[in-house]
């Protein structure tokens, strides 16, 4: 077994008043694909944006425990979100391409960042991320033309070549595929396989199937609780949970 | 009450009673269409009066402006000249400083209320911006006059400029604050219209939040500012108090808004205000100048309207 | 080696920077703005707060038959019997020059004050009187203590001699500053010390008068047709077009339209709070169309439904369910509108509104101003005390302004509350 790279102990997550996450304790493996899985509301995209804290931009929204990636307490005071999510990237449930042109749009980070010092340097790496992410061959010809003037599926893979151009060590993905048809998925699906081998991948996704596919490892959650972890055969074959059973029978959720 | 059978036979007269009601509002409604012919109407009806005296030419492309009234009518130049374009170096200057206040006022206030502001600032800072614009603008012009324009003439003195006591600064400056709650409201509006998801996108990219609105959030907005600065642009072309009071009655073609310049409305209310004869061509030339006015505000409204209809049916 | 915090690179320091700057420039702006606003006022609250205060200067005046005829007071030359009264006052003044100055201390409606006080009193008659008269507009500058003797004679415009002809009268107690009651109670006046907004009050209530009259039914009928009743094609889109762009048309061009059509075609009497109000209805009309408008489509459509279902007509339902519960919405549109109105300026100037009106209107046939256009005609008087009277007067103009908001959003919070 691989050591883990991301660490929860003891995650609380509160709205306000209200609890979203009870006392989670959670190991992620480095460079693999972790699904969390389980019915809606319980608490699982909650989960993957306490990563990298994107639950901050919700004022009324407070986290208490621990949760540290390769040893670095997430929640420290020191830490900086934008030093954070520049090494913690995430991918969203709707293709949200920037009204900018396709190479712009991955330039984007390496722009903000400043990840490049010519522009040959940021062609190439342009070029890398789009090669990446399966995009290349369909856009070479015309990176000039507006990020949402592609489909749906190549939006999506657009936005995860985005990600990947500045080079995080995790990526969290938020049910990338909920929008798109079947085809688009499975090309998604093929795409996080293949960046598996450098990245650490967290995706978040409400088919089973899905999980099934393309993860190594699948976490269950059930109203805010981490119901059960482990390799993704086991738990789909052998889970040791009677919730977790109930759950990928269809018998809740 | 009536049984069922009374009230179908009352129904016809209640029917009758009932469309009535009904085509008097729709008279009401047509009282808007009413309006805009009668503005056309009355200003096109002058206005061909008055190109019967002045060649279209002249009054388009003249370079003095200078309206008389006859004392004599075999009197030499009789007529005086009629030539628009000091008046729109005028409006147009004047427009320009305002909006050159305006725009980074308004769009930074709005862009801080939208993006920053906690929710109790925002209640706090939006109705004192509002206050500015339910200022009338006579009060507006009582202030450039008296204390704007002074000031500025008196700091500039003081550099070696040399200053109108009506400069096109001072009207401008003022006018330009007026104009920022408009400019900020319709901004804000069209910056909540933006996706949340661009910015999470940006944001969870690493972006700050300073590089999120400067690099994702404006430009996506950008199409629906450009129709609330037109919108504001309009406004200031057609401002009169605060020109009347604190801009000048010489017509003068000039950049310098140090100079003393004079406007499209200026001149209609000098026109039209004292002793007039109904039809001398300078009665009538301040209808000319006012359908003139009319076609380049609706121009705008029109199109600041559609593109910033346009842009709300994007995001929707 | 992984690292979160502002060490980690990425240019993090400029760019924080940058992100402190950005925030600043933005609360900047405001401030600007809001500061701005501030010095508005207060500069208009300094200039203005003197009105309260009108000074007087008590004059002796000899009111025996012989001066005054009981029987016909309308005869006595009060003009003499207090040029006597000044000159008895100050008995060392014999020059032309000096006496001119010295009449010029009280206002030239002074000899006329003193007749109304002894309409006002017959008791007064029979003797010696000491009556209290409004004092010049300069004498008024230096009573209240706005000349400045450390000028040169020459730039100021208060002479040394009538500095010290009225430091004699504050001395014995015959100069005093009273209660502005006047400000508030007479016309306009071509004199700055008597001057006063009360004509220039009741043109505005009865111009809005017309105004609300005429747009608020109207604007209230459109609302409902378009909001209600009108079938979608391309004439309601024309309507809809037609009101926002009306909205937005100078208001100036309305002016030329009152003057074209109202006076020119139609023949309506010039200058009248009639034809004020019409043209102010049409450019407010815009203003409560649109809130009605709105006000109406926040009524819950399960209330007409609940009464077309229990067999009324579509009136009725829209009348007796619908129209009662938009009602404080409409209202606060209609008071947005008249605020708007009350502070236009420009349209009323072009239908001649502009005349210089003493008397207090009492219909809207005949010739009156409105505040704002008084104040407009103030501001343009060269007499310094007019400055006064121009900033007063913009103080009771944004007090009615603001008591005009102030009930639409109390309305406004009314309406809330009750869904």
Known sequence: MEQSFIEARGANVHYGEKQALFDINLDIEEKRVTALIGPSGCGKSTFLRAINRMNDLIPICRFDGSLQIAGQEVYDPAVDVVALRAQVGMVFQKPNPFPKSIFENVAYGLKIHGMTSSKTEMADRVEWSLKSAGLWDEVADRLEQPGNSLSGGQQQRLCIARTVAVEPKVILMDEPCSALDPIATAKVEDLIDSLRKDFTIVIVTHSMQQAARISQRTAFFHLGKLIEVGDTSDVFTNPREEQTQNYITGRIG | MPDGTLIITRSGRSRWRDSLIVAVMAAAAGVAILVTLGIVMSLVFETILFLKKIPISNFLFGLEWSPQTAIRSDQVGAEGSFGVLPLINGTLLISAIAMAVATPLGLTSAIYLSEYASKRARDWVKPALEILAGIPTVVYGFFAALTVAPFIRMTGGQFGFEVASESALAAGLVMGIMIVPLISSLSDDVINAVPQSLRDASLGMGATQSETIRRVVMPAALPGIAGSLLLATSRAIGETMIVLMAAGLAAKLSLNPLDAVTTITVQIVALLTGDQEFDSAKTLSAFALGLLLFILTLIMNVIALRIVKKYREQYD | ?419
């Not at chain 3, 009605?292 to 579509?314: D, H, I, N, Q, Y």
């Open chain 3, 1 to 419: 080696m992984i690292n979160f915090t502002q060490q980690a690179g990425f240019g993090l320091r400029r760019r924080k920077r940058a992100e402190a700057r950005f925030q600043w420039a933005g609360r900047g702006a405001i401030l600007i703005s809001l500061a701005f606003l501030v010095v508005m006022f207060v500069s208009i609250i300094r200039d203005g707060a003197g009105v309260v205060w009108q000074s007087q200067i008590a004059v002796t005046v000899e009111l025996s038959a012989d001066e005054v005829d009981p029987e016909n007071i309308g005869d006595a030359s009060f003009n003499s019997i207090l040029k006597e009264a000044l000159r008895e006052a100050f008995p060392e003044v014999d020059s032309r020059k000096e006496k001119k100055r010295l009449y010029g201390l009280v206002s030239s409606e002074a000899a006329f004050e003193i007749e109304r006080q002894i309409r006002d009193n017959p008791a007064l008659l029979g003797g010696m009187q000491t009556l209290w008269v409004t004092a010049s507009d300069d004498a008024d500058l230096y009573i209240s203590g706005q000349v400045d003797t450390e000028l040169p004679e020459k730039q100021r415009r208060v002479s040394d001699a009538e500095i010290a002809m009225l430091d004699q009268l504050l001395a014995d107690g015959m100069a005093r500053e009273a209660f502005n009651r006047g400000f508030f109670t007479s016309g306009d006046s071509r004199e700055p010390e008597i001057a006063g907004i009360l004509s220039s009050l009741a043109g505005s209530a009865l111009t809005l008068l017309v105004c609300f009259v005429l747009s608020f039914p109207l604007g209230i009928g459109a609302a409902i047709y378009l909001e209600e009743f009108a079938p979608k094609n391309r004439m309601s889109d024309l309507i809809e077009v037609n009101i926002n762009n009306l909205a937005a048309v100078p208001s100036i061009v309305f002016g030329l339209l009152g003057l074209s059509i109202f006076l020119g075609t139609m023949g309506l009497p010039r200058s009248t709070p009639l034809v004020g109000g019409m043209v102010l209805a049409l450019m407010t009309l815009p203003t409560i169309i649109i809130a009605s408008r709105a006000a109406l489509r926040s009524v819950p459509p399960s209330f007409k439904e609940a009464a077309l279902a229990l067999g009324a007509t579509p009136v009725q339902a829209v009348f007796h369910h619908v129209l009662p519960v938009a009602m404080p919405g409409m209202l606060t549109g209609a008071i947005v509108g008249m605020a708007q109105a009350l502070g236009e300026t420009a349209p009323l100037l072009m239908i001649g509104m502009v005349a210089f009106i003493v008397d207090v209107p009492t219909s809207i046939l005949e010739p009156a101003t409105a505040l704002p256009v008084q104040i407009f005609l103030w501001a343009d008087a060269p007499e310094r005390a007019f400055t006064e009277k121009t900033a007063a007067a913009i103080i009771v103009l944004l007090t009615f302004l603001i008591l005009m908001n102030l009930i639409a959003i109390l309305l406004r919070r009314k309406l809330e509350t009750r869904f």
